[in-house]
């Protein structure tokens, strides 16, 4: 199944990583997608829908995308009660917030995320084991690294702004200013707008040039 | 697109043996194109089908809307209107009316004919069938229905269908589906039939006309390659008329499409780049996944390979979040790229796209501030380029009388428009040499070359 339109997916089941964060996970009835591609989501016959990235690998034989239920959210908090054998409609797969099959094995890559955005980057990281990479995700507390342990050691800085015990103490701009980037690195960025934006500012006054920076912005 | 929409839907009508009204109380068949873009549109579909309900009290009347519906918008639809349908279901329209009971010359060949507008089951399925229609599921059909176009000198040929880009700002991958691309025999067909009945302008249309042919992985020729046998149908033909194309999404903009047109003498040299925005951080936040410095590289390249080229674009000012400092970068750009003509919008929330669901916290009197200053940097490039025409003589194509009469307008093919002192309208649709002798901001004046000496722009 190349691209799907409003078609009905199974719900297998739904993982909580912490109270407001939690992945759903459905049969992949052979959906071919991108890592780091997304899908528009919904309850079934709802027209509300959102865009949610894939955070399962190539390999697996489900799909998984990492929600964060939103206060006055209209999908999140209807997704966060689906049950086993519950239908949802899914579009897609969607975006170009990908990496290209030339630069696997030849380039170094640098993820940025702040919270849930880490989710296509779990993809990208998961479909390419031989990918050369560093992945700095910004939360507030350790309990939000979700899950750190699916990453290569020294692949993952959890970079904690409220919390002492994680890789790197503080926001990913301040372990960005301390650890200087490669200017030929890949930089991609996936999250906040306003940590993206800075992020982008530093990794601009570092060397980067424009085409090497790639950006997602979730909220 | 809708141009496009509108002369597909007109002779599927048409052969229903419907005739047209500009009097919507007598009319019994009333319909909407919609256009999602704007909550505007939208609040005045809302407005007129109360109208229309209120009409049915008095007489018979049916009604339909089809377009760029929103599902939110499409569940509401269902209930206010008789029929509602995708573009790509157009074909269907007549078995749809015919389920009404309404007998027009396809209803007497129906064999549903005759069936009680309630009592038949048709109705409920088909509005069934609507409330989970899948869009785009069945543009070919619509591609095949023989367009009535709107004039006889300048046409619109749909390559492509849907939008896969997801910029935050827009609806239309919601409401028009995903990209899908018109056979290119198909485009190819008609572009011909359109060169052997003299059209003078063929406008090739989809939301990423440069995407075209991807979404068939391989199966179908690509963007350039398309153009490229577009030019070699003009090579062959003794027919003068030029090809354009929008709109082009500089992600997909390679340099291969510049090199082609520059090679075609019918592929026209104007291209419409949209840059929405002069700011990489507004760009991101736009979801247009190309930075200012590879839009950069596209206009080099159209300047080194096309210098002739005139250049349009679209700007979006005081999107989500603009600051000054984002908006002095999208003037800075407005000077370096020298274009011609700029489409300005001041940013407004549209509904269904991300976008809506931000905070649109630029206020409204900076957005219409920027506005002005924007429109200003364009009038002083516009014009600058307008002055270095006059002495030149150009081929122009005649498109009508001006408001008041006294003038003829055309078009050069770089699309500058052209007041002619002339009002000999046997010349509307017809390619006249005029040297051009004023300019405006916006527009130049000329007057008839008796023995035309061509010049290009900038030569």
Redo the contacts between chains.
């Keep these: 199944m190349e691209v799907t339109i409003n078609t009905i997916f199974t719900v297998q089941g739904v993982r909580h990583l912490t109270d407001s964060t939690y992945i759903v996970r459905l049969d992949r009835k052979g959906m071919m997608f991108v890592p780091g591609q997304n899908l528009n989501i919904g309850l079934a016959g709802d027209p509300e829908k959102r865009d949610y990235s894939i955070y399962s690998s190539l390999e697996d034989n489900f799909l998984d995308i990492l929600v964060k239920e939103v206060d006055d959210g209209l999908v999140s908090k209807k997704l966060k009660k689906l049950k086993p054998g519950d239908s949802i409609e899914v579009d897609g797969p969607f975006g170009f917030f990908t990496i290209k099959d030339e630069d696997i094995s030849t380039k170094k890559f640098l993820f940025i995320a702040s919270g849930t955005g880490i989710g296509p980057f779990h993809s990208i990281a998961l479909s390419y084991p031989e990918l050369n990479y560093k992945l700095i995700h910004g939360v507030r507390n350790r309990n939000e690294t979700y899950e750190k342990d699916h990453y290569p050691a020294g692949c993952y800085i959890g970079c904690l702004s409220k919390d002492k015990k994680g890789e790197f103490r503080g926001r990913v701009t301040d372990y960005l200013r301390q650890n200087p980037v490669d200017p030929d690195t890949l930089c991609y960025l996936c999250g906040n707008v306003n940590m993206i934006y800075d992020a982008f500012d530093i990794l601009k006054e570092q060397g980067v040039p424009s085409g090497n920076l790639h950006a997602e912005v979730y909220f | 697109m809708n141009m496009s929409d509108t002369e597909r839907t007109k002779p599927v009508i048409e052969r229903m043996g419907y005739e047209w009204t500009d009097n919507e109380d007598e009319a019994s068949l009333l319909g909407i194109l919609a256009c999602s873009v704007r909550q505007k549109a939208i609040d005045k579909v809302y407005s007129r089908i109360s109208k229309w309900n209120k009409l049915k009290n008095k007489k018979n009347l049916l009604t339909f809307v089809t377009g760029c519906i929103?599902?939110?918008d499409?569940?509401r639809f269902l209930k206010l209107f008789d029929i509602v349908f995708p573009m790509s279901e157009l074909q269907e329209l007549p078995e749809m009316i015919g389920q009404y009971g309404i007998v027009t010359p396809f209803s007497l060949q129906s064999p549903v004919n005759g069936h009680a507008v309630f009592e038949n089951p048709r109705v409920k399925e088909l509005k069934a069938k609507a409330a989970?229609l899948?869009?785009?599921?069945h543009i070919p059909d619509f591609w095949h229905i023989h367009p009535t176009y709107e004039s006889s000198f300048e046409a619109f040929v749909p390559i492509q269908n849907g939008c896969?880009k997801?910029c935050?700002f827009c609806a239309v991958?919601y409401t028009r589906?995903?990209e899908v691309s018109r056979p290119s025999e198909e485009i190819l067909a008609e572009v011909q039939i359109l060169i052997e009945k003299n059209y003078k302008s063929i406008t090739l249309l989809g939301q990423n006309v440069n995407s075209y042919g991807l979404d068939k992985?391989g199966e179908e020729i690509t963007f350039p390659e398309l153009l490229r046998k577009i030019g070699e149908i003009g090579k062959s033909s003794d027919k003068e008329f030029w090809v354009y194309f929008t709109s082009p999404h500089p992600?997909d903009m390679s340099d291969e499409v510049i090199e082609v047109i520059a090679a075609y003498p019918h592929l026209a040299k104007q291209i419409h780049l949209p840059i929405q925005s002069g700011d990489?951080?507004v760009l991101?936040?736009m979801?247009r996944?190309y930075?200012?410095?590879?839009y950069t590289e596209i206009v080099k390249t159209i300047r080194r390979l096309i210098p002739q080229a005139t250049l349009f674009t679209d700007i979006i000012v005081g999107f989500t979040?603009e600051t000054d400092e984002q908006f002095e970068n999208t003037r800075k750009a407005m000077a370096e790229f020298n274009y011609n003509m700029a489409y300005i919008a001041q940013y407004s929330q549209r509904p269904g796209a991300?976008s809506s669901r931000w905070v649109d916290d630029v206020p409204h009197d900076v957005k219409k501030n920027r506005f002005h200053k924007l429109t200003h940097d364009l009038e002083k490039t516009s014009a600058a380029h307008n002055r270095q025409m006059i002495g030149k003589t150009f081929r122009i194509l005649v498109r009508g009388l001006e408001r008041k009469g006294d003038f003829l307008s055309g078009l050069t093919e770089g699309r500058i428009n052209v007041r002619i002192p002339s009002t000999d309208t046997s010349l509307i649709g017809k390619m006249v040499d005029i040297k051009i002798t004023s300019s405006t901001d916006f527009s130049v004046a000329g007057e008839f070359v008796l023995k035309p000496e061509l010049n290009t722009y900038g030569s």
């Design positions: 929103l599902p939110s499409k569940e989970s899948k869009l785009n599921e896969d997801f935050t991958p589906g995903r992985k992600r990489d951080k991101i936040r979801n996944k930075s200012v410095e590879k979040g991300v």
